[in-house]
């Protein structure tokens, strides 16, 4: 048994519907589909999602809101046409997208949860209509029919153990296919939570461990994962398979296929991933196993970079023989519930490496100010201008040479290297450059190892 993941560009339109409904009905396997919002028609067009927090704000100011919601339920009416489904049969999916502002919900963040759930979730139930139409049997089952439950915050929602025990107690019928909606659970309240984003592929590996089948497929618009982004290196060689480690470690640092997040249910029940193409469903794709009994077949399986980083550089003199001094740290940045990232130290220094949409500019100056006046650092520089480069690969292990053949090119470059940290677990190095060198990081590494 498999369980199915469209993303949003699958499924932004009739055509592309139909495509997906093919991939389903072309492997009786494929029992349970998890669907995202419709996405982008085109490069113009705004996905259903982003009309839906519009939809919310809008319906807040005003009772005129009727435009908006027309125009959301116009996106699923044009699939249903396409496929000549029943006016009527819209009927209900019309209903709950115009009840939306006037539900009752515990506060704003719930109130944007829910509007925001509703792209998957109607998307789901129309789904199941079309191919109930074409004489599919298929059942339409959301988070609360299965007991998805969630914990965390409204929008940034976290999957409950619970949530496995009551997956385990859903019958599944031999001749069916399950329509999941991906992206939201349902809280211990009862209230529609959402997971941060990428929320569907998340659905899509909660089913998968839930129901322990035998492979996750998550279909989306390119061939496979690639081992360097196509917008930097042309033509980058696909990976045919790599360890969930790998992917982690490569979606941290920007590789958009997967939310980094993603895959620990699949990881925690070591269900395989194969990413493929909704396009073209007969290439085989990138397929994402456990470590166990892996052979890698390159060095570096990928590299992958991110200019969304900044850096926080302490020194302190003796701050090798002190005492306190990080677990001060530590409880500056708890009091304003910031996360960082990394912290490589010397002697008389460190640095703290933060992602930059976890920061404003005020909470920068709050935290330095705090720092200056508790610690009362030698040195202390906020550097904005920061990114961070991933060289993963298992085949990374025990190479001894490998950190100088990644630095000298980059030396001979004139590329200045602010940070370099090696993995505990040894396949993965990060570089730390300035945002302006990154690129030509990845390029004259992804050069020197494809050579």
Same mark, same amino acid.
């Given at each position: 048994m498999?369980?199915?993941k469209?993303?949003g560009?699958?499924?932004?339109?009739?055509?592309?519907?139909d495509?997906?409904?093919?991939?389903?009905?072309?492997?009786?396997?494929r029992?349970?589909i998890?669907v995202?919002?419709?996405?982008?028609?085109?490069?113009?067009?705004?996905?259903?999602?982003?009309l839906?927090? *519009?939809y919310?704000?809008?319906s807040?100011r005003?009772n005129?809101?009727?435009?908006?919601a027309?125009?959301?339920f116009?996106?699923?009416?044009?699939?249903?046409q396409y496929?000549?489904?029943?006016?009527?049969?819209?009927?209900?999916?019309?209903?709950l997208l115009?009840?939306?502002?006037?539900l009752?919900?515990?506060?704003?963040?719930?109130?944007?949860a !829910?509007?925001k759930?509703?792209g998957?979730r109607?998307?789901? #139930?129309?789904?199941?209509k079309?191919?109930?139409?074409q004489?599919?049997?298929a059942?339409f089952?959301?988070?609360?029919?299965?007991?998805?439950?969630?914990?965390?915050?409204?929008?940034?929602a976290?999957?409950?153990?619970? *949530?496995?025990?009551n /997956?385990?107690?859903?019958?599944?019928?031999?001749?069916?296919?399950?329509?999941?909606?991906?992206?939201y659970?349902?809280?211990?309240?009862?209230?529609?939570a959402?997971?941060?984003r990428?929320?569907?592929?998340? !659905?899509?590996?909660?089913?998968?461990r839930?129901?322990?089948?035998?492979?996750?497929?998550?279909?989306t618009?390119?061939d496979?994962?690639? @081992?360097?982004n196509?917008?930097?290196?042309?033509?980058?060689?696909?990976?045919?398979? #790599?360890?969930?480690?790998?992917?982690?470690e490569l979606?941290?640092?920007?590789f958009?296929?997967f939310?980094?997040?993603?895959?620990?249910?699949a990881?925690?029940?070591?269900?395989p991933v194969?990413?493929k193409?909704?396009?073209?469903?007969?290439?085989?794709g990138? /397929?994402i196993?456990?470590?166990?009994?892996?052979?890698?077949?390159r060095t570096?399986?990928?590299?992958?970079g991110?200019?969304?980083?900044?850096?926080?550089?302490?020194?302190?003199? +003796?701050?090798?023989k002190?005492?306190?001094?990080?677990?001060?740290? +530590?409880?500056?940045?708890?009091k304003?519930?910031v996360?960082?990232e990394?912290?490589?130290s010397g002697?008389d220094?460190?640095?703290?490496i933060?992602?930059k949409?976890?920061?404003?500019d005020?909470?920068i100056?709050?935290i330095c100010?705090?720092?200056? !006046?508790?610690?009362?650092?030698?040195?202390?520089?906020?550097i904005?201008?920061?990114a961070?480069? +991933?060289?993963?690969?298992?085949? +990374?292990?025990?190479?001894l040479?490998?950190?100088?053949s990644?630095?000298y090119?980059?030396?001979?470059?004139?590329i200045s290297?602010? #940070?370099i940290?090696?993995?505990?677990?040894q396949? @993965?190095i990060m570089?730390?450059?300035?945002?302006?060198?990154?690129?030509?990081?990845?390029?004259t590494?992804?050069?020197?190892?494809?050579?």
């Amino acid at each position: 048994m498999k369980v199915v993941k469209f993303g949003g560009s699958s499924l932004a339109s009739g055509n592309n519907v139909d495509k997906a409904l093919n991939i389903i009905k072309s492997d009786p396997d494929r029992k349970i589909i998890v669907v995202s919002a419709p996405g982008k028609r085109n490069a113009a067009d705004i996905k259903v999602t982003d009309l839906l927090i *519009t939809y919310a704000y809008t319906s807040l100011r005003s009772n005129n809101y009727d435009n908006i919601a027309n125009k959301i339920f116009k996106r699923y009416e044009l699939i249903a046409q396409y496929f000549d489904l029943p006016e009527k049969e819209l009927a209900e999916i019309k209903r709950l997208l115009f009840a939306l502002p006037k539900l009752d919900y515990p506060n704003a963040d719930y109130r944007m949860a !829910t509007f925001k759930a509703h792209g998957e979730r109607l998307n789901a #139930m129309l789904t199941a209509k079309i191919l109930q139409h074409q004489g599919i049997k298929a059942r339409f089952l959301e988070p609360k029919d299965v007991g998805l439950i969630v914990t965390g915050t409204p929008n940034n929602a976290e999957v409950n153990p619970e *949530t496995y025990i009551n /997956l385990k107690r859903i019958q599944l019928q031999t001749d069916e296919r399950i329509i999941f909606p991906g992206f939201y659970g349902i809280t211990p309240s009862g209230h529609i939570a959402t997971f941060s984003r990428g929320g569907s592929d998340i !659905t899509g590996a909660i089913l998968a461990r839930g129901f322990n089948v035998d492979l996750y497929e998550n279909f989306t618009d390119v061939d496979a994962i690639f @081992s360097a982004n196509p917008s930097i290196i042309d033509h980058p060689k696909p990976i045919k398979k #790599m360890t969930y480690q790998e992917m982690r470690e490569l979606s941290y640092a920007g590789f958009s296929v997967f939310h980094d997040e993603a895959l620990i249910p699949a990881i925690q029940g070591e269900i395989p991933v194969n990413v493929k193409n909704t396009n073209a469903p007969e290439k085989p794709g990138t /397929l994402i196993v456990p470590e166990d009994n892996f052979v890698p077949q390159r060095t570096i399986t990928g590299i992958a970079g991110g200019k969304n980083f900044a850096a926080l550089y302490l020194r302190k003199y +003796m701050l090798n023989k002190g005492s306190g001094f990080t677990l001060k740290l +530590m409880e500056i940045f708890n009091k304003h519930h910031v996360s960082y990232e990394h912290m490589p130290s010397g002697i008389d220094d460190l640095t703290i490496i933060f992602k930059k949409d976890a920061l404003s500019d005020q909470l920068i100056d709050v935290i330095c100010n705090e720092i200056q !006046t508790s610690l009362n650092p030698d040195q202390m520089q906020w550097i904005d201008d920061y990114a961070i480069t +991933m060289v993963v690969g298992e085949g +990374m292990k025990d190479k001894l040479t490998l950190c100088a053949s990644i630095l000298y090119p980059l030396g001979k470059k004139n590329i200045s290297i602010q #940070m370099i940290n090696q993995g505990a677990s040894q396949i @993965s190095i990060m570089i730390g450059t300035r945002r302006q060198d990154e690129e030509a990081v990845i390029k004259t590494i992804y050069d020197n190892f494809n050579a």
